[in-house]
């Protein structure tokens, strides 16, 4: 069964940064590429970034400024994370960010998705940037 849970969200200010974490199993990131995706309000879900043994991939919007990586766990019943880290955050980046895989293998290059394709999400973690 394939779990996400997100953490790392808050409240920061222009130009701050944050790092969120989801956490899943290397057995996930063995199988399937893991992407990023966040819901501003009043906003479908849109795609941010994604990461596969072959390469990572990011939006436009937050090329430069965002860096997806993930942890080197070997064991595959293991707890394994992946990781966002947000720099010089603006406040159009407010959002909940969710962590979503099942669709992209782990082996082929990833990239932007419709989010009504991914079968497994995490709960959220919400980032607010105010003045």
């Known amino acids: 069964q394939v779990q996400l849970v997100e953490s790392g969200g808050g409240l920061v200010q222009p130009g701050g940064s944050l790092k969120l974490s989801c956490a899943t199993s290397r057995f996930t990131l063995d199988v399937y590429a893991v992407h990023w995706f966040r819901k501003a309000p009043g906003k479908g879900r849109e795609w941010v970034s994604c990461?596969?043994?072959?390469?990572?991939?990011?939006?436009?919007?937050v090329k430069g400024r965002f860096t997806i990586s993930r942890d080197s766990a070997r064991n595959p019943e293991a707890k394994s994370t992946v990781f966002l880290e947000m720099h010089n955050l603006q406040p159009e980046d407010t959002a909940i960010y969710y962590c979503a895989t099942g669709i992209t293998t782990a082996v082929t290059d990833c990239g932007p998705e419709d989010p009504n394709m991914f079968d497994y999400w995490g709960q959220g973690t919400q980032v607010t940037v105010v003045s």
């Open positions: 990461i596969s043994s072959s390469g990572t991939n990011y939006a436009d919007s």
